[in-house]
C-alpha cells in the first residue's frame, strides 16, 4: 500500500513529505493506522545527526496512537479497529530482562530495532524502490506503520488520540521515571532540571506521589509559569546564580533527595547529581546525550552516599502500564491537553521541530 509520510532523508535537513510503498505486516506483525504523533527532544536529536544510532533515510516518529487495521499471521493481542499506542520499549513477556522483574528493558527485538528494521531484518518501508529505515521500532511520522504485536498497548477506545499519543513517550517517561524508578515518597524534595515535555511530566508525577519542594531549573525563565501549573513549589534560573548546585544544597537543607535531568547536557547531569543530599540522594538521568559525550564527577560524590542511575521510558512496562496511565489521564489523575501546545497536520511538521527549538512549545502534535 501507499502512505504519506515525513522522511528523514539526510541529517540536519527538513523532513520531507512524501508517499511510500509500505509492505503490510508479516507473522506477528500489525499493520497501524496513525492518528496523531507527538514530536520530541529525541527526534530532533536523531534527525540532527547526535544519535549514535541514526541511520538515514528513516521515518522518524516515536510518540503515536492510532488504530490497529490489519493483523499478520499468528497475531492474537490485538485485532483490527483496536485503539493502540506504539512501544519503542516493547514488552515480549518471555525474554530474560522481562521474565528479571527488575527493568522495562525487553530485549527480545533491540537488535533489529536499532538498525532500522523489523525484527526479520527487513524494512517494511520503501521509496522509489529505496529502502527507508524504521525508527525506535515505531516511524509514527508516517500516517500507516507496521509494528511488531508486542510493540503495541491495546488503550481503550474513548481516548482522545491527539492527547493520548503523548503517553506513547513523554507523559510516561517522566511520570514513570518518579514513581517506577525514582519511586519518590510523600515529604521528598525533589530537583527537576529542564522544564519541556519531560520534565513537566516529572513535576506533574512529584505532585502526584506527594512529594514536598519541587523545584524546577530551567535557562528559560518562560518555564517559571509552566512548572507551576503543574506542582512546582520553586525554580531556579541557573542564569542567575554563580553556583547552582550549592545554591539548591542550600535551598533544601542539604540538597535533593531526588533529582532529574530532563536536558541531556552532561555538564547538567552533573549538576544534578551533585545537587543530591550527602548519605542518600538519587539522581536519574532522561536526557539522552549526544554520541560521543560522557558523564563526570568526582567519585567522592558517590563515596559520601549519592546514587546515579537512569531510566528509558519511565521504567514502565508498555503493555501492562500504558493502558493504565491512559486510564490516570482518563480520570484525571494527571493532565495532558494543557501541554499540548501546538497541533499541526504532516504538511506543517518542519514547523513543530522550530518551535521546540526555539522554546515556544511544550508538546507539538501531528493529526492525520
Ligand atoms: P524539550 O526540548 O521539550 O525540553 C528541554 C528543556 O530543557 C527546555 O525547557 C530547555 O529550556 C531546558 N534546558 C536546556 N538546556 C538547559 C540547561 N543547561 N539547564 C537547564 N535547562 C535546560 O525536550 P524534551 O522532549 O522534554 O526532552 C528532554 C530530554 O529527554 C531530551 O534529551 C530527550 O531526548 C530525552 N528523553 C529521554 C527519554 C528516556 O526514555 N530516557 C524519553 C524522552 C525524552
Ligand atoms: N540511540 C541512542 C540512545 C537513545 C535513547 O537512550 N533512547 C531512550 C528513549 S528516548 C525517547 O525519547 C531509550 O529508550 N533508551 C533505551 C534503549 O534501549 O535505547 C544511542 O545513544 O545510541
Ligand atoms: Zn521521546
Not at 520530541?40 to 534527525?47: E, F, N, P
Amino acid at each position: 500500500m501507499k502512505t504519506r509520510a515525513a522522511v528523514a532523508f539526510e541529517p540536519k535537513k527538513p523532513l520531507e513529505i512524501v508517499e511510500l510503498d509500505l509492505e503490510g505486516p508479516k507473522a506477528g506483525e500489525v499493520l497501524v493506522e496513525i492518528m496523531a504523533t507527538g514530536i520530541c527532544h529525541t527526534d530532533a536529536y536523531t534527525l540532527d545527526g547526535l544519535d549514535s544510532e541514526g541511520l538515514f533515510p528513516s521515518v522518524l516518529g516515536h510518540e503515536g496512537a492510532g488504530v490497529v487495521r490489519e493483523v499478520g499471521a499468528g497475531v492474537t493481542s490485538v485485532a483490527p479497529g483496536d485503539h493502540v499506542i506504539p512501544l519503542y520499549t516493547p514488552e515480549c513477556r518471555a525474554c530474560k530482562m522481562c521474565l528479571s522483574g527488575k527493568t522495562n528493558l525487553c530485549s527480545a527485538i533491540r537488535e533489529t530495532q536499532g538498525k532500522g528494521l523489523m525484527p526479520d531484518g527487513t524494512s517494511r518501508f520503501s521509496y522509489k524502490g529505496e529502502t527507508i529505515y524504521h525508527y525506535m521500532g515505531c516511524s509514527t511520522f508516517s500516517n500507516f506503520t507496521v509494528l511488531p504485536e508486542i510493540a503495541v498497548a491495546k488503550i481503550r477506545t474513548d481516548a482522545p488520540f491527539d492527547t493520548s499519543c503523548y503517553i506513547g513517550c513523554g507523559v510516561t517517561t517522566g511520570v514513570g521515571a518518579v514513581v517506577n524508578t525514582a519511586q519518590v515518597k510523600p515529604g521528598d524534595n525533589v530537583v527537576v532540571f529542564g522544564l519541556g515535555g519531560i520534565g513537566l511530566n516529572v513535576i506533574q508525577g512529584a505532585r502526584m506521589a506527594g512529594a514536598d519542594r519541587i523545584v524546577g531549573v530551567d535557562i528559560n525563565p518562560a518555564k517559571r509559569e509552566w512548572g507551576e501549573k503543574f506542582g512546582m513549589t520553586d525554580f531556579v534560573n541557573p542564569k542567575d546564580t554563580s553556583n547552582v548546585v550549592a545554591h539548591l544544597v542550600d535551598l533544601l537543607d542539604g540538597g535533593a533527595d531526588y533529582s532529574f535531568d530532563c536536558t541531556g547536557n552532561t555538564d547538567v547531569m552533573r549538576a544534578a547529581l551533585e545537587c543530591c543530599h550527602k548519605g542518600w540522594g538519587t539522581s536519574i538521568i532522561i536526557g539522552v546525550a549526544e554520541a560521543g559525550k560522557e558523564i563526570a564527577t568526582r567519585p567522592f560524590q558517590l563515596v559520601t552516599g549519592r546514587n546515579w542511575r537512569g531510566t528509558a521510558f519511565g521504567g514502565a512496562k508498555g503493555r501492562t502500564d500504558v493502558p493504565k496511565i491512559v486510564d490516570w489521564y482518563m480520570n484525571g489523575k494527571i493532565a495532558i491537553d494543557p501541554m499540548i501546545t501546538h497541533r499541526l497536520t504532516l504538511d506543517e511538521i518542519n514547523t513543530g521541530f522550530d518551535l521546540m527549538h526555539s522554546g515556544e512549545s511544550i508538546r507539538s502534535v501531528v493529526v492525520y
